[in-house]
């Protein structure tokens, strides 16, 4: 039997390209409607605030079907404390009280994980980082939580502790997971979004952190991607207060626990300094122009020039 003939076939060519120049971002919205949207949002509980306590015990606390996104950054029971030579920075900047889970890691992921599904709103989706050595940890508890994972991302950054005898590691792992695989909320706001993400990290010489901190443009991609202006973030393990960052600055109201009281003021600072929206665009203005499409596909221009259709 021919299954040739069973194929579909296209309705029109193919042509390079010429997806990218049509594409729309599917929710966008202008400045004044997002910040509309972040001033009139309502919570049962008061938010844009960092709790410090452990996120295991305060999550039960939550009130349920209450989180639009989740980003976590756990600890990766690495034995790190950020302060090692290997790393090039100065151990006076990184501030005490960092805690890494060295024993019973597996309880310590299925414990946390386990407590998400329950205050997950159905369209709610979380993204999870997690090193290559306890990966299967971080694997296992997403599944007993019967949660569902959309995409296995990769990080790929510029920087990687030399090694001797193994090949270097420059990447994270990060598990974009979903309460409900029919409701959650995706925004694509690229053409083509790829699931190896290559951004690098920043260094920041002389400035006082929790052991490592992310970049503000991955954890922006998070929320940009899977929330809306006026959305609650909310993140476990909020470190550096990145995630608060983001979210404020991109008119998203966040949520977050952190163990290290010494973060405290720092953590304020953060908070303080950051203008609700100061970073907010419509997405229509991060798509590449229509010129440098037509740039790197010289062909579209003839197919304009022609009079073909184009929708842009």
Not at 7 to 14: E, F, L, N, T
Not at 159 to 167: D, S
């Amino acid at each position: 039997m021919n299954n040739s003939k069973n194929k579909k076939k296209r309705k029109k060519p193919y042509i390079a390209g010429l997806a990218a120049l049509e594409f729309k971002v599917q929710y966008d919205w202008e400045y004044k409607e997002a910040k509309n949207l972040y001033e009139n949002a309502f919570f049962e509980i008061p938010i844009d605030r960092i709790i410090f306590k452990d996120c295991i015990k305060g999550m039960d606390k939550l009130p349920e079907n209450f989180v639009d996104l989740i980003i976590a950054d756990p600890p990766f029971g690495i034995n790190f404390d950020g302060k090692g030579s290997q790393y090039n920075r100065d151990s006076g900047f990184v501030i005490e009280g960092y805690n890494e889970v060295l024993k019973n890691y597996n309880n310590f992921t299925l414990n946390w994980i386990s407590r998400l599904p329950r205050i997950m709103k159905e369209t709610a989706s979380a993204f999870i980082f997690s090193g290559w050595n306890n990966l299967k940890d971080i694997l296992i508890a997403i599944e007993r939580a019967n949660l569902k994972v959309i995409n296995h991302i990769i990080w790929k950054y510029q920087f990687g502790v030399f090694t001797k005898k193994k090949f270097v590691t420059s990447h994270y792992h990060i598990l974009f997971v979903v309460k409900n695989l029919k409701k959650y909320f995706f925004n694509k706001i690229e053409h083509y979004p790829l699931d190896v993400w290559e951004i690098p990290r920043i260094y920041r010489p002389g400035q006082k952190k929790n052991s490592t901190k992310l970049p503000e443009k991955l954890v922006m991609k998070c929320i940009d991607f899977c929330s809306k202006p006026g959305d609650l973030i909310f993140d476990p393990f909020m470190g550096n207060g990145t995630t608060a960052y983001c979210a404020k600055s991109r008119f998203r109201h966040f949520l977050g626990f952190e163990i290290n009281k010494n973060m405290k003021q720092m953590l304020k600072q953060v908070i303080e300094k950051t203008k609700a929206g100061e970073l907010y665009q419509p997405y229509k203005t991060f798509l590449p122009s229509k010129e440098e499409i037509i740039k790197k596909y010289p062909h579209l221009r003839k197919l304009i020039n022609n009079g073909r259709n184009i929708k842009v």
